[in-house]
């Protein structure tokens, strides 16, 4: 395969994969502010998931103008509508690498997330209808790439991506949720809903016999490696597909990239051996700075750029 091919197969799964994480917090969250956190601040969900540059910061006053402003906007660089759009731009580009199938599934979300409708329910009546259709479009993009896909490096590269995405914006929901509990009277609500965003929540019920502790959650979030967003999960996920590229990858780069990946890893489980909630506040930037370091040698080794 391409390099080339490679990087937009890849890129297209991130973006999708962050396209479906930032639908799920919105959700839980909207739900959240209209049901238990009644002072719900829309502005530290625009400061964590909005443009991060000062002179492009965005000051909201209500939850529309939120919604609006990381679903809808088009100039926003990490809006779900800016997403979709490269998703569907790096797809176009390798049509012939993809299924028919899988290039309609992305067609049909990009014309949902321009619907006129669409728009008519985040800002003027139920939001959480118009966030259901987009994360319906999404489960059937995942559905379709399991169904459509051949099993050969395009399916290989995807996954990849889409396992390195999700455990960043795992990372990043949970520092999210953090700072929300920072001046919080009850942390349990707000425990609930990083599970609800994480699609974890009946998973804890069923697996933890404890009512929310945040060594549970963390556990789970971190930890658990039969839960399918926990950090531990995505990597191993990550390191499953990988392996797959020796037969096709120059012996020192696959060697290089598989040292990055596995020594992640071993930090992940020597953090869980200190079963300390604290650790934490150390574990999140040591495992960003090694994702930063994995993301330049796929780049630079893989993806053919300097």
Known sequence: MLSRVADSVFWMARYLERTDNLLRLLRTDYIAAQDELLDYDWQLLIDTFGDDTPE????????????????????????IFTNIVRVRENARSVQDYITKELWQSLNDFFHTIRNPETKNLILHNDPVTALDIL???????????????????????????????????????????????????????HWKYLLYALSGYEFHTKAYKNSLQDKEVIHQVLYNKQFPHSVIYSLGQMDRYFQRLVDVSQPEHFAEIERIIREMIESINTYQKKESVAAIDQLIPDLRLQFANLNQRLSTLYFGNS
């Open 135 to 189: 994360l319906r479009e999404s489960i059937i993009f995942y559905g379709t790439v399991d169904t459509t896909m051949s099993r050969g490096e395009g399916y290989t590269f995807l996954n990849l991506g889409k396992y390195i995405e999700r455990c960043l914006q795992t990372l990043d929901i949970l520092e999210f949720k953090r700072k929300q509990m920072a001046n919080a009277e009850t942390e349990a609500v």
């Open 56 to 79: 492009k910061k965005v000051m909201v006053s209500s939850y529309r103008e939120a919604l609006n402003h990381l679903v809808l906007h088009r100039q926003h660089e990490y809006s």
